[in-house]
Antibody, heavy 123, light 110 residues
Framework: EVQLLESGGGLVQPGGSLRLSCVAS????????MSWVRQAPGKGLEWVSI????????YYADSVKGRFTISRDNSKNTLFLQMNSLRAEDTAVYYC????????????????WGQGTLVTVSS | QTVVTQEPSFSVSPGGTVTLTCGLS?????????PSWYQQTPGQAPRTLIY???TRSSGVPDRFSGSILGNKAALTITGAQAVDESDYYC??????????FGGGTKLTVL
């Protein structure tokens, strides 16, 4: 059974930093691309970033480019999201999502989701 | 900035058929956008329904179907049930490693 468990959320001041983690189990982690998707309170889903399974390619939404960094540790089956220069508009539940394939391509889709971790940016 | 558009809300009677759409603020949605659809109930993580336009994810009832209608992707629920009352999101692949979600449709079954 695929399981994704996010952690690291919390309250942080504007301009601050936070590092989210997602521990995966139930599949060969290194063989799949992984994404972060967020959802602001009462709002819709927003794709944030993706890390490919094998090539090491990473991509970001314009809203977080230059501030957020996605990484992964395949030896620990863990995906990370380093968030710097946080803004109030980054307040959201952050979901870790497994992609359906290793490569970053349109044929990939979000096939499994974690339960999310809440990040609140406020003074 | 490309915006993915969805109806903010929709209502369907139990047993009825409803089609939710997913479009682009500029241009048309085609199979090469690889539209996928996700269902979310309040407080829960999204659930994958449809991928690559019209392929149902494992365990998804066959009352859910996906297609391209005109210049939009579409999610059709045939024989809607009370349990289908949820938020529905589409996402499109924009190329160059970028995905964009639509704003979601809140479906009411009554």
């Amino acid at each position: 059974e695929v399981q994704l468990l996010e952690s690291g959320g919390g309250l942080v001041q504007p301009g601050g930093s936070l590092r989210l983690s997602c521990v995966a189990s139930g599949f060969t982690f290194s063989s799949y691309a992984m994404s972060w998707v967020r959802q602001a309170p009462g709002k819709g889903l927003e794709w944030v970033s993706i890390f490919s399974g094998t090539s090491g390619s990473t991509y970001y939404a314009d809203s977080v480019k230059g501030r957020f960094t996605i990484s992964r540790d395949n030896s620990k089956n863990t995906l990370f999201l380093q968030m710097n220069s946080l803004r109030a508009e980054d307040t959201a539940v952050y979901y870790c999502a497994k992609m359906s394939k290793s490569s970053v391509a349109g044929t990939a889709y979000f096939d499994y989701w974690g339960q999310g971790t809440l990040v609140t940016v406020s003074s | 900035q490309t915006v993915v558009t969805q109806e903010p809300s929709f209502s369907v009677s139990p047993g009825g058929t409803v089609t939710l759409t997913c479009g682009l603020s500029s241009g048309s949605v085609s199979t090469t956008s690889y539209p996928s659809w996700y269902q979310q109930t309040p407080g829960q993580a999204p659930r994958t329904l449809i991928y690559s336009t019209n392929t149902r994810s494992s365990g998804v009832p066959d009352r859910f179907s996906g297609s391209i209608l005109g210049n939009k992707a579409a999610l059709t629920i045939t024989g809607a049930q009370a349990v289908d009352e949820s938020d529905y999101y589409c996402v499109l692949y924009m190329g160059s490693g970028i995905w964009v979600f639509g704003g979601g449709t809140k479906l009411t079954v009554l």
